[in-house]
């Protein structure tokens, strides 16, 4: 009897597992990701997947949004999964009804406030906003009050929140956490700091030395230091903003087993240790960071609500605007 019982118990195992690796059929992902990372993605879910075919689109995300939703409004949406830069735009399209949740998916390694917690979408990574500084800048900004020394006046860049998801998470978080709110961003446009574009043209500016420090995306700096280019990256002891690259099944998806089991894998350690290797800070506490990175400990991130901010953000965007002439 117990050998049967034993048998038994293996065969469902067996099939649990076949189960999971059985996923078949076709996904579309709309991802905002580098080509060459997506197809690492890709790459590394097929490996544990192989029957299951992905073609992806790959986009900013506000061009991305702009075609999923004119798809929306023809009544055919191509995406199965967004994997795209922010939560915000997740909570809007969590708010319309878009996205499926799924309540499965295992999350109990991670930091509350990480994740939706009514798990509609997922974080994949922590890509924060610090401070790029040109190697001949004349000193080391340790803090975000730093770039309102007088040495930085008129040598400060930044992407603008009309242009850049990060920018407006960056600009929330700082106005909900700095002492003053606003009254630091006003403070910068007194110093004739220069607000535009997004994150690749403040790399440009800096690298370049036409500006000697900006506001940017950690990795960017990261990668081109170590390609020899003349910037170091800062993460400022006040802490950081970040976006987070979640991820979501949408409501509409053609081949949900499939599309849960994609999320899986990015939530899974294998997909946190991928992110990691492509250079990212992955969302998984116990990944460690890539090179170029602090220790994890002594990155500080700055609170920051999602929905709050999605409530918020024609406000922030006006008074952006209003504050810089944009």
Do not use: C
């Not at 690796?21 to 590394?44: C, E, F, M, R």
């Amino acid at each position: 009897m117990l050998a049967r019982i034993l048998s038994l118990g293996l065969l469902a195992a067996t099939l649990t597992v076949s189960a999971a690796l059985a996923q078949g059929g076709k996904l579309v992902l709309y991802t905002s990701q580098p080509n060459q990372d997506a197809q690492q993605t890709i790459d590394a879910f097929r490996a544990k997947h192989p029957d299951v075919e992905i073609s992806f689109v790959r986009d900013g995300t506000p061009r991305l949004m702009a075609k999923l939703r004119a798809e929306f409004q023809a009544g055919a949406p191509q995406a199965d999964i967004l994997l795209i830069a922010d939560s915000v735009t997740m909570e809007s399209l969590k708010a319309e009804g878009r996205l499926m949740g799924h309540p499965a998916a295992d999350v109990s390694a991670y930091p509350a406030g990480i994740h939706d917690p009514a798990k509609f979408w997922f974080a994949t990574k922590l890509i924060t906003t610090g401070i790029i500084y040109n190697t001949k800048a004349p000193f080391r900004p340790e803090s975000w009050q730093d770039l309102l020394r007088p040495e930085l006046r008129s040598q400060l860049v930044m992407p603008s929140p009309l242009n850049s998801g990060a920018a407006l998470i960056h600009a929330a978080t700082l106005t909900g956490s700095l002492p003053g709110g606003w009254d630091f961003y006003k403070q910068l446009k007194a110093s004739s700091a220069l607000a535009g574009g997004a994150n690749g043209d403040v790399l440009r500016q800096v690298a370049g030395g036409e500006k000697l420090v900006g506001m940017i995306v950690d990795f960017m700096p990261i990668r081109e230091k170590a390609k020899g280019a003349p910037v170091e990256f800062v993460f400022p002891k006040e802490g950081v903003s970040a976006v987070s690259e979640p991820v979501a099944i949408l409501s509409t998806t053609k081949n949900e087993k499939a599309a849960k089991a994609f999320v899986d894998f990015l939530l899974s350690r294998d997909g946190q240790m991928l992110a990691a290797r492509q250079g990212y800070l992955a969302a998984h506490p116990d990944v460690p960071v890539p090179a170029g990175f602090p220790d994890r400990a002594s990155i500080r991130l700055m609170p920051f609500d999602p929905a709050k901010t999605l409530a918020d953000e024609i406000r922030i965007r006006k008074t952006f605007a209003d504050i810089f002439g944009q």
